[in-house]
């Protein structure tokens, strides 16, 4: 016991102090795990409203070269049925409207939807590729746009090259098959393009081997399958159609579950009981599975709103939106608060319910790319009613409307003539006068008679005081009766 008491005693003093150590070192780890999950609990999720984004429908699957295993086969393939299945279909590239998505942000570069199983024998079909939806906020654009498609394949490259080189090739044979039957044997076939004049440049095994390669896109074989003249033409017969080319991608979701096709999967190959016939009793063919739809698009998000809040920087746009609706946006006394656009939902007394825009100032040049510029003023197109919001307290608050209209204007020919609503906000500062109101007001009018005629609406000027809620219901129960009126 002597002996081994040391060793023992050493041992557990040593467990010790790495248990004590442990010890300390752990609220140290907690607290830096703390931290970094309040860092990640502040993150929000950038706002985008313009993005570009590649979409791949799926590939067919191809079609099966089985045979059934029997007991009279056994031995000679010759007399084995075929039992290969055909290939699934390749998966469609959907898109889908959704209001609990609220920004372009969250989409990836590309997407590609599944492609279709292949076939297996047993007479045993792949399965159908699986959809790909694409969520994205109401109010978004889709377009098609012309670019390099989505994949970088070189199989492409050499497909596109040996298609262009077989068209060369049969154009000019096209011109020694008028007088022929459809029909031919394969010693006719033979004796035929013995007894063509071809060019020196376009022989016979040229023509045949361009034939073969055009197959083998379409269709698989095995090793003891004769590519023959025949055989050949015959599957060149069965190459499936060309799909209609559709109109280009132009589409507005404007509702909640819309749903529109955008990529079409590939059709998947035909097994090889389908290329049983009386001369190929064992054919060793199947079809491939075509290649889906490759589209590039571009997404533009502009905000559904029935009425738009339209001012200068440090106006009190955001102040306004808060006052009259549950929107909660950034509140500072400093230019640019608002970096991006904010929708909020008036609720009245009634049950009836609007929503209202905000987008960051607008400045002098913004239908230029000044400042923000025509980021965000595509989110004005769609509303209904225009609310410009103008600091009545600048020395010409006047200009300051005349400039909002000419941005307008100047960004979309029309836009100013909407039906609209002036807000002269911080209307309770020292210095606003009734005088000045009033000389705002007589400006407003005559410059909106100048421009759309003495037969236009007489404008509507509310004085307003943001902050301390002066005049907030009388500005939205006009608003509210413009948005009915239209």
Known sequence: MKLIFPEFRRCFSVCINVKQSALKDIPRLS??????????????????????????????????????????????????????????????VYIVGSKDVTTLSGLSTTYHAQNGGKGQ???????????MLIFVPLGTVVRQIEKKDVSNDKDDEVEESVEAKVQEMDEADEEFEDDVEEEMTAEED???????????SKTKEAIHEARVELAKRYFRFKEQFESNSSRIRDLLDRIPPPTKPRPPVDIDIMSDGEKHLIARGGRGGM????????????????GRGLPGEKLQLQLE??????????????????????????????IRNVP?????????????????TMTIADIPGIVRGAHGNIGLGHTFLRHIERSKVLIYVVDVSAEKPWEDWMVLRDELELYLSGLSSKPSIVIANKADVEGVTKEKLEEFT????????????????????????????TNIKLSLDCIRAIVENI
């Not at 009425?307 to 909660?328: C, E, R």
């Open 31 to 92: 607290l830096r795990r703390d931290t970094v999950l309040k860092k990640k609990s502040i993150q929000t999720e950038r706002f985008l409203d313009y993005k570009r984004i590649g979409v791949l429908a799926g590939k067919g699957g191809d079609g099966a070269i089985a045979f059934r295993h029997d007991m009279r086969a056994r031995g000679s393939r010759s007399l084995a049925p075929p039992n290969g299945g055909d290939g699934g279909l390749g998966g469609d």
């Open 121 to 131: 024998a047993a007479n045993k079909h792949g399965a159908n590729g699986d959809d």
């Open 190 to 200: 033979d004796e035929y393009l013995e007894n063509i004049p071809v060019p020196e």
């Open 271 to 286: 097994g090889n009981p389908h290329f049983l016939n009386q001369s190929l009793r064992n054919p060793q063919i199947a």
């Open 301 to 330: 998000l502009k905000t559904i709103a029935d009425s738009g809040l339209v001012g200068l920087p440090n106006a009190g746009k955001s102040s306004y939106l808060k006052a009259v609706s549950n929107a909660q946006p950034k």
């Open 336 to 352: 640019f608060t608002t970096l991006n656009p904010y929708v909020g939902t008036i609720d009245f007394p009634d049950f009836w």
């Open 442 to 469: 007589r400006v407003v009018e005559s410059e909106v008679f100048k421009y759309q005629g003495e037969k236009a609406p007489r404008p509507i000027v509310v004085p307003v005081s943001a902050l301390n809620g």
